[in-house]
């Protein structure tokens, strides 16, 4: 499975993105997919997961109620809108794909990896 992150960028605090990470492959809708983040000098924190049918979501607490992670799995893609952005979300966001049923929330969970985009959050 390969997979292609998209949609970082700059915006001001308070702004939104909405990311997008397309996977290739037919076996898509049997992943659980995640998106982590990783600021300069910290190390890789989960975001959110979303289990293969979309009908369970995962959030990290400080992004609750604020991010929404949801799916297409006609189009192979998982999505990430980000809402009410801090300069603390700062980060390179990183899709990621589970072989196993249950939603992960630690890295090593995670079989496949994307690339990473930029969401940088001026103050």
């Known amino acids: 499975v390969q997979l292609q992150a998209s949609g970082g960028g700059l915006v001001q605090a308070g702004g939104f993105l909405r990311l997008s990470c397309v996977a290739s492959?037919?076996?898509?809708?049997?992943?659980?997919m995640g998106w982590f983040r990783q600021a300069p000098g910290k190390e890789r924190e989960f975001v959110a997961a979303i289990n293969w049918a979309g009908r369970s979501t995962y959030y990290a607490d400080s992004v609750n109620g604020r991010f929404t992670i949801s799916r297409n799995n006609a189009k192979n893609t998982v999505y990430l809108q980000m809402n009410s952005l801090k300069s603390e979300d700062t980060a390179v966001y990183y899709c990621?794909?589970?072989?196993?049923?249950?939603?992960?929330?630690?890295?090593?969970?995670?079989?496949?990896w994307g690339q990473g985009t930029q969401v940088t959050v001026s103050s």
């Open positions: 990621a794909a589970d072989r196993t049923v249950a939603a992960g929330k630690s890295a090593y969970d995670y079989d496949y």
């Open positions: 492959g037919r076996t898509f809708s049997s992943y659980v």
